[in-house]
């Protein structure tokens, strides 16, 4: 029998015996008057943003000219996500972009993974029913995003730092013709036509108008319905060590959606703002395109 497979059976092993009396999962974070009344879910975003900092300044210590390994793993990490990110938000918005989406990538997606720990949702308290088992009413420890209040906090974040990002690289200029504008060629209009284009661009700017103010609530119920709902598969299944590798990659792959959403919505208005500039430099007027 291989060493791997005996790791794997003991991690199986584990999570079978952490949820023989669990019951499935609460749908809100408890919370814990142990810690002050904060939830279950806000303790574990602590102690999982505490770990990863301190993972970080291990790994990379003191930067050096010739990298250490720990700090060549972080310097390919952060040139894989420049060259994810920056050909989408564009180059004027990259410096300030750059450090959020990183932040929301890792975070994200180490929260996600949190759930796959044997003990994370079936320790802590509870009370044993009539069948003499026991079920799990307070658990100590949640994932960040199995909690919509903290989807929600990641969202409103999200949004916040589109809103500050898009004017100050874009200008309101801009983004009012992005969203109002009439984007047809006059010259190769037809005269009727284009009163009647420019009043359809306006009714479709209010509607993206309207689509913006929801991206919040979307991405926070994106990211709160796959955690959670992944959460409650591997506690429903008694953690069938198959659904691991799929939640390893459920995982993964809402990190890059909540990030690489948040990126295309500050590239569709920043990442055309250099072909403005260049045309500006050499004498003429171009105007704002989407």
């Given at each position: 029998m291989s060493r791997g497979f005996k790791l794997a059976t003991f991690l199986a092993s584990l999570a079978l015996t952490a949820t023989a009396f669990a019951e499935g999962v609460e749908p809100s974070a408890a919370r814990l008057p142990e810690l002050g009344g904060i939830t279950s879910s806000m303790f574990t975003g602590w102690i999982m943003s505490a770990l990863l900092v301190t993972l970080v300044l291990f790994l990379v210590g003191k930067p050096k000219v010739l990298p250490s390994k720990g700090q060549a793993?972080?310097?390919?990490?952060?040139?894989?996500?420049?060259?994810?990110?920056?050909?989408?938000?564009?180059?004027?918005?990259?410096?300030?972009?750059?450090?959020?989406?990183?932040?929301?990538?890792?975070?994200?997606?180490?929260?996600?993974?949190?759930?796959?720990?044997?003990?994370?949702?079936?320790?802590?308290?509870?009370?044993?029913n009539a069948a003499g088992e026991f079920h799990i009413t307070r658990a100590l420890i949640r994932p960040f995003n199995s909690d919509f209040n903290g989807t929600i906090a990641l969202a409103a974040i999200s949004f916040g730092a589109w809103f500050i990002i898009v004017f100050k690289i874009a200008g309101p200029k801009i983004i009012l013709w992005d969203l109002f504008g009439n984007k047809a060629d006059k010259n190769d209009t037809p005269g009727w036509l284009y009163p009647i284009l420019a009043l359809v661009f306006l009714i479709v700017g209010f509607i993206e108008v309207f689509s913006i103010m929801i991206r919040p609530f979307t991405l926070s119920v994106r990211l709160f319905g796959n955690v959670f709902g992944?959460?409650?598969?591997?506690?429903?299944?008694?953690?069938?060590?198959?659904?691991?590798?799929?939640?390893?990659?459920?995982?993964?792959?809402?990190?890059?959606?909540?990030?690489?959403?948040?990126?295309?919505?500050?590239?569709?208005?920043?990442?055309?703002?250099?072909?403005?500039?260049?045309?500006?430099d050499h004498g003429h007027t171009a105007e704002p395109h989407h």
């Open positions: 793993v972080i310097e390919s990490l952060i040139e894989a996500l420049r060259d994810l990110f920056e050909p989408i938000v564009g180059k004027k918005a990259f410096p300030l972009a750059f450090p959020l989406l990183v932040t929301f990538f890792i975070f994200i997606l180490f929260n996600n993974w949190m759930g796959l720990i044997p003990g994370v949702g079936t320790i802590g308290w509870g009370h044993t992944g959460e409650n598969l591997l506690h429903g299944t008694s953690f069938f060590f198959v659904f691991y590798f799929m939640e390893l990659l459920v995982g993964l792959i809402q990190a890059l959606v909540f990030t690489l959403l948040t990126s295309v919505y500050i590239g569709l208005l920043c990442n055309h703002g250099d072909d403005h500039d260049h045309a500006n």
